[in-house]
Antibody, heavy 122, light 107 residues
Framework: EVQLVESGGGLVQPGGSLRLSCAAS????????MTWVRQGPGEGLEWVSV???????KYADSVKGRFTISRDNSKNTLFLQMNSLRAEDTAVYYC????????????????WGRGTMVTVSS | DIQMTQSPSSVSASVGDRVTITCRAS??????LAWYQQKPGKAPKVLIY???SLQSGVPSRFSGSGSGTDFTLTISSLQPEDFATYYC?????????FGQGTRVEIK
């Protein structure tokens, strides 16, 4: 079965760190564009970061310099290291598979995990 | 960054109604637009990609149109399972950005 399963969320104090994981099954993480998208409580969707199959990374300005996206090919898993966390980082974090122009659903996120909740509060 | 603006923010409709949601991009994005449906507590689900292509498995009552800066999502005959929040998303350039969402409520 093709799926994504996130883990690693929780409650952390401002300034703290957290590492999210996204375990993929049914396809190869390293062959695809893998992303993190977040949604604050009662808010809309915000793209956070992308890791290209070739290794290029991009980040939203709101997290640049604080978050790092990476993958472990042997575990077929995507990660998001989050440092210097702020209250405004409180959100459900989704791992999502994105298709570029050559993909089956070009320009769309067509596979999502169920999300993991991150709460930044003292 | 490209700003995506949806209208209306919410709409009340009855089963069987035709519902239209619009999305405007702050600059031209060709046909690089997707639409998503999200139900409470669930992840978004892609309905339409490339402005008008129906994602596999999505009912044909959903359709998308537009190019450049103005786009439309139409639900031809609203069903009970369609009450949800809908988002547009541009894929013309990074950062990928989403509209603020349109909530479709039961009238």
């Amino acid at each position: 079965e093709v799926q994504l399963v996130e883990s690693g969320g929780g409650l952390v104090q401002p300034g703290g760190s957290l590492r999210l994981s996204c375990a993929a099954s049914g396809f190869t993480v390293s062959s695809n564009y893998m992303t993190w998208v977040r949604q604050g409580p009662g808010e809309g969707l915000e793209w956070v970061s992308v890791l290209y199959s070739g290794g290029t990374t991009k980040y939203a300005d709101s997290v640049k310099g604080r978050f790092t996206i990476s993958r472990d090919n042997s575990k077929n898993t995507l990660f998001l290291q989050m440092n210097s966390l702020r209250a405004e980082d409180t959100a459900v974090y989704y791992c999502a598979l994105y298709h570029d122009s050559s993909g089956i659903s070009p320009g769309a996120f067509d596979l999502w995990g169920r999300g993991t909740m991150v709460t930044v509060s003292s | 960054d490209i700003q995506m603006t949806q209208s209306p923010s919410s709409v009340s409709a009855s089963v069987g109604d035709r519902v239209t949601i619009t999305c405007r991009a702050s600059q031209g994005i060709s046909s690089w637009l997707a639409w998503y449906q999200q139900k409470p507590g669930k992840a978004p689900k892609v309905l339409i990609y490339a402005a008008s292509s129906l994602q596999s498995g999505v009912p044909s009552r959903f359709s998308g149109s537009g190019s450049g800066t103005d786009f439309t999502l139409t639900i031809s005959s609203l069903q009970p399972e369609d009450f949800a929040t809908y988002y547009c998303q541009q894929a013309n350039s990074w950062p990928i950005t989403f509209g603020q969402g349109t909530r479709v409520e039961i009238k």
